[in-house]
């Protein structure tokens, strides 16, 4: 008997959702309360991002998800709603929530953290991270970020002001009476970190949070990571001590002496609404619709806004291929088709982490192939990551193999070609790795490398994103045939790599649990 897959009923809210496509992309100096001191920043943001003159690719306009957002924001909408932001990969969502939010808080009369934006990777928040702190200087505000990047000391240092010290005079650490305050009004931070110093943090506060982003949300609500939103959406509720004194024994209980009640409007530099809610904005290329996942955001009165009519979409400029080869072959292919590609920036995606490393290994061992070809995956350190990124960011890296853990947000210039070495498990996955290229609106090329009884399962996948006939791609069978003989000889030598990492790592193992038997304390103070 055919078991039918029971479809989740979608939300009420959803169904009536506010199309981008009806906004048009918007001069800068043309847009509707846009701050003076804000239009000239963005324009050189992304003039010295994009290496081009501003008038031959009309740098000075904003893009339509941008234009519908300020309109829900800054313009007739009024923050009066919360945001669930769903449009394509590289359609410049992260603008469409910084502008709005810089733009409201420049009027503030008090400095403390008024906006937090949430992130999976430290990566990302720090491109994010970057956008704020090319705006929001220019109208008084300092960004912060939370990610593990540094010390947590340092990370403090950043974010918490003692006044005390300030003003040479000696500081007390154990002194907890000491006014402490934001040195920030937006904070950048992964959920990890977050909780690091909410919990731990003296004089770190959400009671003035005015607003809060969630960015790839459905990666992040996929995720509990210690609880981090409830407690978020619990230290922010508008609760009075005097109207809520159950809430209060609750939140002390819970998160022992921190100061998490939010004050009074007055107090808070909102004159008139004495309790101004949370508001939150939900952003991703492909966002929830699972009301369970939703429900965990308590959003207000909710408003879809999405580009089309399908739930999900590529971006416009994407053009897809297939790429058919026998299994034991791909690596052979692979190596054709990065050649004919020659230096054009590429990612290259893997299933994971460690096909990532034995297929960058195997590239590297090819010969001179003319490309600089690196790994990125979640196996590495961060530092090992962020240098490899760096120097593909900088172009002195032209192929990144990467695990998965590049696919949600990174915004690579010049990257014009993406390869699923591996065919993605899920249309979602196919959408951020493809999403990689044809950004702001350029062109790019997402190949996929596929066995003949893949296709059709591929097919399908990509039905879902309206993108039924994905032509063929073919590589000429003469440069198959002249890197054979370089392809066995790399496999042999892939072999004896693999073979001494493991030995180099049975090692290191061994050696890591006598010390860990023997001598504890050492090796903490080592
Ligand atoms: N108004 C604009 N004019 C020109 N370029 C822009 C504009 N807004 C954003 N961009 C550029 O577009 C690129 C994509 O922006 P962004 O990273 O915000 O996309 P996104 O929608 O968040 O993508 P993803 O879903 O992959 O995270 C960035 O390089 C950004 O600098």
Not at 183 to 209: C, Q, W, Y
Not at 293 to 312: C, E, F, S, V
Request: hydrophobic share 35%; aromatic share 8%; glycine share 6%.
């Amino acid at each position: 008997m055919e078991v039918k897959k029971r479809s989740t009923p979608i939300l009420p809210w959803m169904r009536s959702p506010v199309d981008v496509n009806q906004f048009e992309a918007c001069a800068l100096n043309l847009f509707p309360c846009l701050d003076p001191r804000l239009t000239v920043l963005i324009i050189n943001f992304f003039q010295v991002r994009l290496e081009v003159a501003l008038d031959k690719m009309g740098f000075s306009s904003l893009f339509p998800v941008q234009v519908a957002v300020w309109q829900e924001t800054i313009g007739p909408g009024a923050f009066e709603r919360d945001l669930c932001i769903n449009s394509p990969t590289g359609s410049g969502k992260t603008l469409a929530y910084a502008l709005p939010i810089v733009q409201k808080l420049s009027t503030r009369s008090v400095k403390c953290l008024r906006a937090l934006v949430v992130l999976p990777t430290r990566d990302l928040a720090l491109q994010v991270k970057e956008v704020f702190a090319a705006i929001a200087p220019a109208v008084g505000l300092s960004v912060g970020l939370a990610v593990g990047q540094s010390s947590i000391a340092d990370e403090i240092s950043e974010l918490i002001k003692r006044p005390k010290l300030e003003a040479g005079i000696c500081y007390d650490p154990e002194d907890v009476t000491c006014e402490l305050q934001s040195s920030v009004d937006i904070l950048v931070a992964t959920p990890g970190r977050l909780m690091d110093h909410i919990n731990s943090t003296k004089g770190f506060t959400l009671e003035h949070l005015c607003y809060l982003v969630v960015d790839e949300t459905d990666r992040l609500l996929r995720e509990a990571y210690q609880s981090w939103l409830p407690t978020v959406l619990q230290l922010t509720q508008s609760n009075e001590e005097s109207l809520f004194p159950l809430a209060n024994s609750f939140l002390s209980s819970t998160f022992g002496s921190l100061k998490t009640i939010r004050r009074c409007g007055v107090e808070r530099g909102f004159k008139g609404k004495s309790h101004p809610r949370l508001v939150k904005m939900v952003l991703s290329a492909t966002l929830t619709q699972d009301p369970s996942k939703l429900a965990q955001l308590n959003l207000h009165h909710p408003l879809l806004m999405t580009t089309g009519k399908r739930r999900y979409q590529l971006p416009e400029k994407l053009e897809s291929y297939k790429l058919i080869c026998e299994s034991n072959l791909r690596p052979l292919y692979l190596v054709a088709l990065l050649q004919e590609l020659g230096e054009e920036k590429c990612i290259v995606f893997t299933s994971s982490t460690e096909s990532t490393h034995r297929l960058c290994t195997l590239l590297n061992l090819f010969g001179d192939l003319g490309i600089k070809i690196k790994e990125y995956s979640g196996l590495q350190r961060q530092s090992r990551r962020s240098k490899t990124l760096k120097s593909f960011r900088e172009g002195k890296v032209q192929v990144l193999v990467s695990s998965d853990a590049m696919t949600r947000g990174m915004d690579v210039q010049g990257v014009r070609n993406v390869i699923n070495y591996d065919i993605p498990a899920y249309i979602k996955t196919y959408i951020h790795r493809a999403g990689r290229t044809a950004r702001a609106g350029q062109a790019g090329r997402c190949f996929t490398l596929l066995h003949k009884y893949e296709v059709k399962r591929f097919k399908k996948m990509l039905q879902k994103a309206d993108n039924e006939s994905v032509p063929h791609y073919s590589v000429p069978s003469s440069s198959i045939e002249s890197l054979r003989a370089a392809y066995n000889s790399a496999l042999g030598k892939l072999k004896e790599t693999v073979e001494s990492e493991a030995s180099r790592k049975r090692k290191f193992g061994s050696k890591f649990l006598k010390l860990s038997r023997t001598k504890p304390t050492d090796r903490r103070k080592g």
